[in-house]
Nanobody, 126 residues
Framework: QLQLVESGGGVVQPGGSLTLSCAVS????????IGWFYQAPGKEREGVSC????????NYVDSVKGRFTISRDSAKMTIYLQMTSLKPEDTGVYYC???????????????????WGQGTQVTVSS
C-alpha cells in the first residue's frame, strides 16, 4: 500500500537548520524513488530533491545544492531531508511523494498526478 507521512517542520531563523522526515510503507520504499517538493505561499509546488529506490542516487535542484541533503534509513522506513543555511525563500509546505525513476538518477517530478499528503510547514523568519 502506498503510504507517505511528512513531519519535522517548524519555525527557524535564517541560516538555521531543520530535518524533515517522510515515513513510508515498505511497499512504497521498495517500489518507488522518493522526492521532496515544496510549495511557497501563492506559488506552484516545486521539486527540491529525490533519492532513488535503491538509495544509491540522489538529485537536487540548483537552489538547494550544497545546503540540503536527502537520505533514507531503510530500517526505519524513513526518507530525510536535512536542510541547512535556510533562507526566507525556503519557506513553504514541504511534501514527500513518489517520483519518476531515471538513469543515472531519479527525476524530481511526481510519479502520480494527484498523490499528496498533508505536508509539513517550514517557516524561515527572523
Amino acid at each position: 500500500q502506498l503510504q507517505l507521512v511528512e513531519s519535522g517542520g517548524g519555525v527557524v531563523q535564517p541560516g538555521g537548520s531543520l530535518t524533515l522526515s517522510c515515513a513510508v510503507s515498505k511497499f512504497t520504499l521498495d517500489k518507488f524513488a522518493i522526492g521532496w517538493f515544496y510549495q511557497a505561499p501563492g506559488k506552484e509546488r516545486e521539486g527540491v530533491s529525490c533519492i532513488s529506490a535503491s538509495g544509491t542516487a540522489t538529485n537536487y535542484v540548483d537552489s538547494v545544492k550544497g545546503r540540503f541533503t536527502i537520505s533514507r534509513d531503510s530500517a526505519k522506513m524513513t526518507i530525510y531531508l536535512q536542510m541547512t543555511s535556510l533562507k526566507p525563500e525556503d519557506t513553504g509546505v514541504y511534501y514527500c511523494a513518489p517520483v519518476i525513476p531515471g538513469q543515472p538518477t531519479c527525476q524530481i517530478l511526481p510519479y502520480f498526478d494527484n498523490y499528496w499528503g498533508q505536508g509539513t510547514q517550514v517557516t524561515v523568519s527572523s
